[in-house]
């Protein structure tokens, strides 16, 4: 007997939560109707609590409503996160019915937002392109909420991901790329393309019917489909580069390897995992990925200038310092840090005949003609790197050493 008064009690109450809903939801419709987005909000907010038990149909009354009464006509741009979360909720509702009543209006809506977000996006990358930095973070907002407002359109992901990485913010960015890999996103797509046959001018189809529709009917000419790229070592890469700005080298090394392994010459790769060895002060390790650099791009400047640096700093083979440095002023005349460290490298040379005159200080004959022989003749050879490096960028500390160099040597030629 209790059992069935309590079954009772529950049905009861289930009957008055529908029927209090049902009069919440009709509040919020008639003022909505009348345009009273305030009202319409605070009657169907009555409803939250409720809404979970609902039937799919009542669910995507509750949530058009709300959505529509949020977008208040496009008048509150502050609720557009609020509004895309329940069109997409009435969406689903609406899939789960079988009944598509609001989907088609709520279309139209969903339209003129991605195309407002959209303009919105790409003047705010375009400004961070001209160097306002923090609008990049703009742009990357609008492009993923064009995502959340249309997810089976993966590329606003994407496009939000990539102006991230570029805008610096990092762990956005990996997490979207992430995000992208999970979803099996490639960004291959196909494109038709034709030409008009009054101007010219490319056309773009959005499907190959429509293409050879209209070459059928001589509007257009030279159909072309065309299979973009896929994008997934492009986010491979753009996660590892990301960890190491973060410096994340553990990670970043993960994904630059895995990009590696599908692009082994890939020349950027290869710098950048040598990076990450000399972040972590394997010095060993990113000698030899610059190494394998220059192989892939021997006419590269600025390599064989840190290659030489490295040899010249770690002094275990001069002569391929030389010899690196040498490239590097071959392949850049104005490179003046080439010009300098090719003085370091005659320097080094050097320090055994200082201290061989050193021990010969108080024998005046034998430190002169060691001075004479060995010390001025390397000398001679240093000063012209030491002059073009001064030539071509003058500093203090040049000065100096160009200086100290003419007055060793007895000359009366003086830098200014």
Known sequence: MNTKIATLAVSMLMTLSTIAQKNEIKAAEKALKKKDYATALTEISKADGLISNADDKSKAKYYYIKGMALYAEGSDTGNIDDVITSFNALKAAEEASGVSKYSIEVSGIITTIIEKINTESFAAYQAGLNGEMDKYGEAAVGYDKIYRLMPQDTSFLYNAALVNSVGKNHEMAISQYQE?????????????????????????????????????????????????????MDMIKA??????????????????????????????????????????????????????????????????????????????????????????????????????????????????????????????????????????????????????????????????QLNSIYETLGMEKRAE
């Open 239 to 400: 996660i590892g580069s990301n960890y190491l700005a973060l410096d994340n080298n553990e990670k970043a090394l993960e994904f630059i390897r895995q990009a590696r392994a599908e692009n082994p010459t890939d020349y950027n790769l290869i710098i950048e995992e040598g990076t990450i060895y000399f972040k972590m002060g394997d010095n060993q390790k990113y000698m030899e990925k610059l190494e394998e650099a220059v192989q892939i791009k021997p006419d590269e400047a600025e390599l064989h200038y840190v290659i030489g640096t490295i040899i010249l700093e770690s002094e275990e083979n001069l002569d391929k310092a030389k010899e690196h440095l040498e490239k590097a002023i071959e392949l850049d005349p104005k490179h003046s840090n080439a010009y300098l460290n090719m003085g370091a490298v005659f320097f080094k040379e050097l320090k055994p005949i200082e201290d061989e005159m050193n021990a010969n200080a108080t024998n005046f004959a034998k430190y002169d003609k060691i001075k004479a022989e060995k010390y001025d003749p390397i000398l001679k050879k240093m000063l012209p790197f030491i002059e073009k490096a001064y030539g071509l960028n003058p500093s203090d500390d040049v000065k100096n």
């Open 180 to 232: 992208l890999l999970d979803l099996g996103y490639t960004g291959i797509t196909t494109i038709y393309t034709a030409k008009s046959t009054v101007n010219n001018e490319v056309l773009n189809y959005s499907s190959y019917g429509d293409m050879m529709g209209q070459v059928k009917l001589k509007i257009a000419k030279d159909p072309k489909t065309e299979i973009t790229k896929s994008k997934y």
